[in-house]
């Protein structure tokens, strides 16, 4: 079984088939909408935001056509797909073999991560043409800002350079020790310095014998984990913390539901807060779910009330579904879609 074959098990068998393809294809590259941020959030998939942000379509659809074609899964009403008894043990071996990276987090990081990465290896592969005595060189990143970002934070002096590039080369060293020797080889083997062009998805899947998702997957994993370093121990790494600046732990909050979070924290009503921003009120509903994800501590209690969030974890659970409708009519529609998912969302059920 390839590696998408196994990380589309995984993602089929957490939307218990309650979410179509078309779900899976947002989750992964990372679609931006409410409906994304609430699935990755409800299924509990948010590792996976955004993490193979060049996948195709139609390569999902060939994907979960092979797996059913095997009886790894099967449709059902609701244009999703079941995983079969069969799949479920597939699946079980795939994740022995396969188990999720430690440090995956696509949702918290999607924001930052290619923006890190993009500075961290234009910085060493400047570092290094320049300890060589060398500045012609072809750099590896065309964009203004990457490179502004570069001639900005370099060191004038040529003594400096050789320190900071000592000094970066121990704060990378330590935390790729904490990472699968595989995984550090992939973000070693991706720098670009001095007699050297850092290798392409495709060319590492070729020398590692992996696929092109599965060489994705696992650098995004060592990303992620210099982030999670990086704010959990910013003293111990300086030079990474500045290339990882203008990330601070914020809450990962699209920027129209943030100005929405700006107003509510004012007191202002829902109905006020559409009125003022011209939006509709179910856009901002959508921002309040969305916020109810993200940030730690915010309470729904004004929303719905502590009844109703007890009456609709208690339905989900007894059905064991995150389908809206289907709790609405076992609640008898005394709840609204809203007050339905923002719980839902909140709880993390």
């Not at 089929?12 to 309650?18: C, S, T």
Request: glycine share 6%; charged share 20%; with cysteine.
């Amino acid at each position: 079984m390839q590696y998408l074959d196994g990380v589309l098990l995984y993602i089929f068998d957490r939307f218990r088939g309650e979410r179509s393809l078309s779900a899976v294809f947002h989750l992964l590259t990372g679609k931006k909408s409410s409906q994304t941020i609430q699935d990755a959030k409800l299924f509990n998939v948010s590792n996976f935001f955004g993490v193979l942000k060049q996948i195709k379509r139609s390569q999902l659809v060939d994907h979960s056509a092979k797996l059913q074609k095997v009886k790894l899964i099967e449709p059902n009403q609701h244009d999703g797909f079941k995983v079969t008894l069969k799949g479920k043990e597939k699946l079980g071996a795939f994740l022995v073999d396969n188990p999720i990276p430690t440090y995956l987090e696509g949702w918290k990081y999607h924001s930052i991560s290619d923006l890190f990465w993009q500075r961290l290896s234009l910085y060493v592969q400047t570092l290094s043409y320049s300890i060589h005595g060398n500045m012609n060189f072809y750099p590896i990143s065309k964009e203004e800002n990457i490179q502004n970002w570069v001639r900005l934070h370099f060191p004038s002096v040529k003594e400096q350079r050789a320190i900071l590039a000592n000094d970066l080369y121990k704060e990378i060293s330590a935390i790729l020790l904490h990472l699968p020797s595989h995984h550090a080889a992939l973000f070693v083997n991706r720098l670009s310095g001095k007699g050297r062009t850092g290798l392409t998805f495709a060319q590492m899947s070729t020398s590692n014998k992996i696929s092109v998702e599965e060489a994705t997957v696992q650098f995004q994993n060592v990303i992620h984990a210099f982030l999670t370093y990086i704010q959990n121990n910013p003293l111990q790494f300086p030079i990474l913390g500045t290339v990882a600046k203008g990330y601070e732990g914020e809450w990962p909050l699209t920027s129209s539901t943030r100005q929405t979070y700006t107003i509510l924290q004012s007191g202002v009503s829902l109905e006020q807060i559409a009125q003022r921003r011209r939006l509709k009120r179910s856009t901002i509903e959508d921002h309040l779910v969305e916020i109810a994800i993200n940030v730690p501590g915010f309470s729904i209690d004004p929303f719905v009330s502590q009844d109703a969030q007890r009456e609709i974890r208690l339905a989900s659970e007894k059905l064991n579904s995150q389908r809206l409708k289907t709790i609405k009519q076992y609640l008898d529609d005394n709840y609204s879609y809203f007050e339905i998912r923002l719980t839902l969302c909140k709880e993390g059920i």
